[in-house]
């Protein structure tokens, strides 16, 4: 069994193969032209799939040995994410599996993430909690079986990539700029600069108060200092990554509890924060869990990943046709 998978969520053109449940490939090229303008522009970005996709896909099936006639199925990322971008990855892959008369598997995104897990060993049992975080999406996922998922808790406003990416802006320093605070993070003090916690009730979060209080912050103290941020901006960086970690963890540490779940998991661009990374071992040491932490190259989006989802989606027999389109709000 052998299928081509096909990612373009956002700024990154993946193609992977994988052979009965076993990852062949994985190729990603990575869209530079974003970094001028501080963010992903998505036009700039559906065009930039479409120089790409051809090579990636090309690249993917010669890595993994394997030509267009071995193939079983195709897959394709349908949402979330940007729309132009999708559009390119499914419109690629239809075509791709009417030319070949083959079938068309459609996976979600985030539910990608999740199932990253078990691309490699060790894979966690079911049932197991992930946290699901990336720039778009924060998340707590219950996962009872590799297609039965339900999210049990998820941010109300901004995802906590995006938080990082705007504490970094307010900075000044370069997109993407949340593995910058990572790194300059693990030089300051975490305890430098204390920052309130949002009250959020349930399993649920809030970023939004956490980047305005971080905005007055830094103005009130550049007002007394001009050269505030480049004097501390070591301790600046560990004090909010800090915070935000602590958020993410208070919830997990409650979604353990009520559900009696102790099979823990991270996923999503995120999970490479090696703050969050070392707390979560930590915590899980302390609490008795069993952690799971996936690879640096399955964190970020990769098209391992959605053919890890279309594996288990083949076994099913769970198949989509010709009429499929990209959506750029998609429900699990």
């Not at 956002?10 to 970094?35: F, M, P």
């Not at 901006?233 to 602590?246: E, Y």
């Amino acid at each position: 069994m052998n299928i081509l998978a096909i990612e373009s969520s956002c700024d990154e053109t993946s193609a992977a193969v994988i052979t009965n449940g076993k990852i062949r490939s994985n190729v990603v090229a990575t869209q530079l032209i974003h970094t001028q303008y501080g963010g992903v522009v998505p036009e700039l970005a559906s065009r930039a799939h479409q120089q790409h996709i051809l090579p990636v896909v090309a690249n993917a099936l010669n890595d993994a040995k394997v030509t267009k006639k071995d193939l079983d199925a195709i897959a394709f990322t349908k949402g979330p994410g940007l729309l132009g971008a999708l559009l390119v990855g499914t419109s690629f892959a239809k075509s791709m599996a009417l030319g070949l008369n083959i079938p068309l598997i459609e996976i979600n995104h985030m539910q990608a993430h999740v199932l990253a897990h078990f691309i490699e060993d060790p894979k966690p049992s079911f049932p197991f909690l992930c946290l699901t975080v990336s720039g778009g999406h924060t998340q707590i996922v219950k996962v009872t079986a590799p297609l039965e998922m339900e999210i049990i808790g998820e941010t109300k406003d901004d995802a906590v990539g995006e938080a990082f990416d705007k504490t970094a802006k307010l900075l000044d320093l370069p997109y993407p700029g949340g593995p910058l605070i990572d790194k300059y993070a693990t030089l300051g003090d975490p305890e430098a600069f204390p920052f309130p916690l949002p009250e959020m009730p349930g399993l649920d979060f809030s970023f939004s108060g956490i980047k305005t209080s971080f905005m007055y912050f830094l103005q009130k103290q550049v007002r007394q200092n001009p050269d505030f941020i480049a004097e501390n901006l070591n301790d600046i960086c560990a004090s909010i990554q800090f915070t935000l970690v602590d958020i993410l963890l208070k919830k997990l540490k409650k979604a353990s509890r009520e559900t009696g779940i102790r099979e823990i998991a991270i996923a999503g661009g995120v999970s490479a924060n090696s703050g969050l990374r070392k707390s979560l071992l930590e915590l899980g040491e302390k609490l008795g869990w069993k952690v799971y932490i996936p690879a640096f190259e399955y964190c970020t989006d990769n098209a391992a990943m959605i053919a890890m989802a279309a594996h288990y989606k083949f076994e099913a027999n769970d198949f989509t046709d010709q009429t499929a389109s990209p959506l750029a709000r998609m429900e699990f």
